[in-house]
């Protein structure tokens, strides 16, 4: 499906009463009811492919999407561990709407980062408003990854945005959307503008077998008028912060895998005590007393506690490193090596992470017999789901640059901050 934005999908900036202000204990006390609420209609949605937007207006006034913007800004101060298990929580909800929050967290990582940078102190009204951010850097057609094709060139007192965008994942329930692009000199610039601002056509065109509700699709940009305003450097001349930022955008997958463990495991749970029947050779009555089955379930059990507690690790870690960024007051050296260690801490925990989640989504059919497949159980979404995530996210390539750095000292890939 292909449509535009502005007239076939509900306008993300409508005018709404800003949601009220709350702590960070009164934030996170509400964490598990909205769970809840979007777990109740997950399965159906996927399988009628319908975009959760009424999940998103939903989140708006929760506080969740702002928890991690600083008390000196008015926010709640959340740390990154809360917003991390925010993320593994709604996860286990509905992995889509978690997913699609990737683009939005890491906005307010750079205000949580950097409170006095006017970009900060521009955005932080609306970001405690409600308002959600998101958008696409990425362009598939190109000789190579990582070009770009789409430019941002002036004309007259403003500047015109054409070209064409992929992976816009969330993009289509934000706001306001960001975009890389070339300028007149070939350099990378980028704007961001409103989501329904007049040639911005995000498309529900995402063809990928999981995370079908992410919207991670393309993005049409016809001759969008921008504003110099709205003009911005696309990379922080701050490395610490870039790499601190990478390593926090990994993580969010990771978590979102995570979340998806704990659905596997709430989802073979349920189907045991609920619908399952025992093998016809099981020397039980029961699916629950099946010794096989409870092997299967525990194994699940204890995949997601290990997945639990090696991302609420990497979280702590890359909490540190933040608070160091954000201070400012320790030498190059220092700060280095704890952006260095957030970073092998998170690098570490996606490779067991991946390969944990996998088996445990195939496990999840070790449950019962065929009645596990049934479509209306969707429990192939898991498997499905992490696979997707695990290409954005190459395990091989994160244990090669480990080993690269472990046995030769190499770092070029942790310095330069790269982002799957």
């Not at 991670?216 to 001349?237: A, M």
């Not at 029961?286 to 690790?313: E, K, R």
Request: aromatic share 6%.
């Amino acid at each position: 499906m292909s449509v535009q934005f502005a007239e076939s999908f509900p306008a993300a900036n409508d005018a709404v009463a800003p949601p009220p202000r709350r702590s960070r204990e009164e934030i996170l006390a509400g964490l598990p009811a909205i769970a809840a609420e979007i777990a109740a209609g997950a399965v159906q949605r996927e399988l009628n492919r319908e975009l959760p937007f009424e999940v998103f207006r939903r989140l708006r006034e929760t506080g969740l999407t702002w928890l991690r913007v600083p008390r000196s800004l008015g926010g709640p101060g959340g740390t990154l561990a809360d917003q991390v298990e925010i993320t593994c929580t709604l996860a286990a909800a509905d992995s889509n709407v978690a997913h699609a929050l990737r683009g939005h967290f890491g906005f307010i990582e750079s205000i949580a980062l950097d409170p006095q940078a006017p970009a900060s102190r521009k955005w932080v009204d609306e970001v405690l408003a409600g308002k959600l951010f998101g958008g696409a850097n990425m362009e598939i057609g190109t000789p190579r990854p990582n070009m770009l094709r789409t430019t941002l060139l002036k004309d007259g007192d403003r500047y015109r945005l054409n070209g064409r965008k992929w992976y816009a994942t969330g993009a289509i329930y934000a706001d306001y959307t960001s975009f890389s692009a070339l300028d007149e000199d070939g350099q990378m610039t980028g704007c961001l503008v409103p989501a329904d601002r007049a040639g911005v056509r995000i498309n529900d065109d995402w063809d990928g077998m999981g995370q079908r509700l992410t919207a991670s699709g393309g993005v049409e940009l016809d001759n969008v008028e921008v504003w110099p305003h709205e003009v911005s450097v696309r990379r922080s001349t701050n490395p610490f912060m870039r790499r601190h930022g990478a390593a926090r955008a990994q993580l969010h997958l990771v978590a979102v895998i995570g979340g998806i463990v704990r659905n596997v495991l709430a989802d073979a749970t349920a189907y045991v005590q609920r619908s399952a029947r025992s093998a016809k050779h099981s020397a039980s009555e029961t699916a629950a007393g099946d010794h096989f089955v409870q092997q299967a379930v525990g194994d699940i059990a204890a995949a997601s506690h290990a997945i639990d507690t090696l991302i609420a690790d990497a979280a702590r870690n890359l909490d540190v490193s933040a608070a160091a960024i954000t201070a400012g007051v320790l030498d190059h050296a220092a700060l280095d090596a704890l952006v260095m260690r957030s970073a092998l801490a998170q690098s570490k925990t996606q490779i067991i992470v991946g390969r944990m989640a996998i088996q445990a989504a195939e496990q999840m059919f070790d449950t019962g017999g065929g009645s596990a497949t049934a479509r209306k159980y969707d429990f192939d979404r898991h498997w499905r789901n992490i696979r997707t995530i695990l290409n954005h996210n190459p395990i091989k390539l994160r244990g090669r640059v480990i080993g690269d750095y472990v046995l030769n000292g190499a770092r070029a890939d942790f310095d330069e901050g790269r982002v799957f």
